[in-house]
């Protein structure tokens, strides 16, 4: 690994700052004149530091007060990292000191030297990262979300061993308090309504667009001198979209380039006709996010508090999530260590940058999973003064996550599975007992024990004789509440979920075989099985079509962390547009490069009013009244469709599907004409002529 170390700043260091970050400026443009906001100033000596404000409607950050020798009376005023210290002093700043970091003891204490020893501060990289890597990361300070370790809630004593009875369950407590398995919809627009949405349509029901109205619009036009509106800003939109749907141009100004088009180099495209490249600078450099005041102490997620608050608003009144979900976790992908909340996360295939913990909800055996809660995690750099999150009293703060993150489906009837992350038996019985939420979570040993609550060891013993695909169950009680441990013999393993509810009926349609020594065995998973197999992916699925090909964010380009949150937040609403429209038709959704170019062209060439409505244009008809009102054209039915379903064709899987004629004409003919004024009638060219004389 690559180490990276930055020069401390203290009382006396030298370093280097441009023109435009010192405070105030106006000295500095008086003496090396206008048009050189971007030079750097070389000399700048560090008096002191402090928190406070640089410009006077500037946030609350980190700041450096420095001297220049040109300048002896003026003292400056510069953010901490828009300074780059190149010559430390002699006493750094008690604040930028790394964290103590344990000392290195070498077995051998002949070669051990006198001094402690410390491992630097390194800088990540690469994946697929093994234990010694993911050590070096712990040892340099940084957060590592390691899924081998027990979670806080299962470490210290395990207490006394729970005893339970072994059983078949002949109900589920769920279904007999009456639940259905219901699937998920949109409030204000029925699955019908949805297939036939076009791509920009869809976005904008995935998309808090009020957010944008009341809270980016107002606070982005305090920093420009020609305000945007909503039709402008969506073409803004539309011009990240439409750079994301093509990689390997490296320089953001080739898409404004006068050059022509060349396939050796540069951008495919032009967006000139769209917008021009410095009003597409000037919003990009303004943009805010929130209009919130700053609290009296530093929050590092200020920034973007607002806009996770309102994205989990929306769809929380817009979307009845199913019956069944999945919590898991999402990864926004940043290589920078020293951005809030960054941590690593060996198990992701993008493990470095912030983890959000989301959930999804989908159909079984089909997916299009739509994503409807997400929560940052802040790790250890959430505030102090912000206290601690909600729900976090409860039972620790894995208990405090499940609670809020299934909060929107509280007294609803509906389940939840999830990974061995969230394998705390007082969180499972936390969800019922406060919310209503019937929850399952994947039994895992991490660590030395087994969770509290589980005998994990006793259970392997009592499956030691069983056959393969086996199940049986084992009540016990937690804290005076009834749990059910499911469990499932495997060749080398027992399959358990902690869960409160469920039967272990077979679900016919899942079969599985395992090849062992005996030969081949053939059964079915039982359901806490099957639905935990089929659902389990839903997360990652949302999260592989947002990665790939092509992530938004990284082909942004940008430094600035509300802008890579901004990213995310605008990724996920495209992939549950694109999955939305894909479970309203019943068939896999579009691919997400196809999805996302028809959607940013839309974006380009939109016309919305400033409510975030798109104005249809009105075209006049030459048709007398009479033929306005009705038409009677012979159409042709679309390629692999069957009967009109009311707003949508049924999809077929042969291409020209053919079907008899309404009036019965030939009984040996079939024919995929209709006419345009009733859709769900097949008609024949000779009964199309009848039925216009009729008229």
Request: glycine share 8%; charged share 25%.
């Amino acid at each position: 690994m690559v180490t990276t170390r930055r020069k401390l700043g203290g009382v006396g260091a030298i370093g280097r700052a441009k023109m435009n970050c010192l405070h105030p400026s106006q000295t500095l443009r008086d003496r090396y004149g206008v048009g050189r906001d971007r030079d750097y100033i070389d000399g700048l000596c560090i008096l002191r530091a402090d928190l406070g404000k640089v410009s006077r409607g500037g946030r609350i950050v980190n700041r450096y007060h420095v001297s220049h020798p040109d300048f002896p009376d003026q003292e400056f005023m510069v953010a901490r990292r828009m300074f780059t210290v190149l010559q430390e002093g002699e006493t750094p700043f008690l604040d930028e000191l790394p964290p103590p970091i344990a000392e290195i003891v070498n077995e051998d204490a002949s070669e051990m030297p006198p001094q402690q020893r410390q491992v630097e501060m390194q800088v990540p990289v690469g994946r697929g990262l093994d234990r010694e890597e993911i050590a070096d990361l712990r040892a340099q300070g940084f957060t590592v979300d390691d899924d081998n370790e027990p979670v806080e809630e299962n470490v210290g004593p395990a207490g006394p061993t729970p005893t339970g009875t072994w059983m078949t369950p002949a109900f589920c407590p769920r279904k007999s308090a009456g639940h259905t398995n219901s699937n998920g919809k949109w409030h204000h627009h029925p699955w019908a309504e949805v297939a036939e949405m076009d791509e920009l349509e869809l976005f904008l029901m995935c998309f808090p667009v009020k957010y944008i109205k009341s809270v980016i619009i107002p606070e982005t036009n305090k920093h420009l001198q020609v305000p945007v509106t909503m039709q402008e800003f969506f073409v803004f939109l539309g011009c990240l979209f439409f750079m994301a749907c093509h990689p390997g141009v490296e320089e953001r100004d080739s898409w404004w380039s006068t050059k022509p088009v060349t396939p050796n180099e540069g951008a495919p495209f032009r967006l000139n006709s769209y917008m021009a490249r410095s009003r597409f600078k000037g919003i990009m450099q303004s943009l805010r996010y929130t209009n919130m005041p700053q609290p009296e102490y530093l929050d590092r997620f200020h920034d973007v508090r607002q806009m996770q608050e309102e994205w989990n608003r929306h769809m929380s009144e817009e979307y009845f999530t199913a019956w069944w979900n999945c919590l898991d976790e999402s990864m926004q992908i940043h290589m920078n260590p020293y951005v809030p909340g960054w941590m690593c996360v060996p198990r992701k295939p993008h493990p470095f940058g912030n983890e959000y913990h989301t959930i999804c909800d989908g159909v079984l055996g089909k997916g299009n999973p739509i994503m409807w809660h997400v929560e940052l995690q802040e790790g250890k750099d959430r505030p102090a003064g912000a206290g601690p999150k909600k729900w976090n009293d409860a039972g620790g703060k894995t208990v405090g996550l499940m609670l809020r993150m299934h909060e929107g489906i509280s007294r609803q009837g509906k389940a939840c599975t999830m990974d061995s992350g969230f394998c705390v038996s007082k969180g499972i019985v936390e969800m019922y007992e406060k919310l209503g939420v019937f929850g399952q979570a994947l039994i895992k040993k991490r660590g030395a024990n087994w969770p509290k609550g589980v005998p994990g060891d006793q259970i392997d013993e009592h499956f030691a004789d069983k056959p393969i695909g086996y199940c049986e169950t084992l009540r016990v009680v937690i804290e005076g509440y009834q749990m059910y441990i499911h469990c499932m013999k495997e060749e080398k393993y027992v399959t358990k979920f902690m869960s409160t509810f469920g039967v272990l009926d077979e679900v016919p349609t899942h079969k599985t075989r395992r090849t062992t020594a005996g030969g081949v065995v053939e059964f079915c998973y039982p359901e806490p099985v099957s639905w935990h197999n089929q659902s389990k992916h839903w997360v990652d699925d949302h999260n592989q079509r947002r990665h790939a090909p092509i992530d938004l964010a990284e082909s942004w380009k940008t430094k600035w962390w509300p802008h890579r949150q901004f990213a995310f937040f605008l990724a996920i609403s495209e992939t549950n547009a694109a999955n939305s429209r894909g479970r309203a038709r019943e068939e896999p959704a579009n691919p997400q490069l196809q999805f996302r170019k028809a959607m940013a062209i839309l974006m380009l060439e939109n016309r919305m009013d400033d409510d975030g409505n798109i104005v249809r244009p009105v075209h006049r008809s030459l048709r007398t009244r009479a033929a306005l009102v009705v038409e009677h054209d012979l159409k042709t039915r679309p390629v692999n469709t069957g009967k009109w379903m009311g707003h949508f064709w049924k999809r077929t899987s042969q291409k020209y599907q053919k079907l008899r004629c309404y009036n019965g004409c030939n009984p040996q003919m079939r024919v995929r004409t209709y006419c345009s004024c009733n859709k769900s009638v097949p008609m024949c060219s000779s009964c199309h002529v009848s039925h216009i004389l009729s008229l």
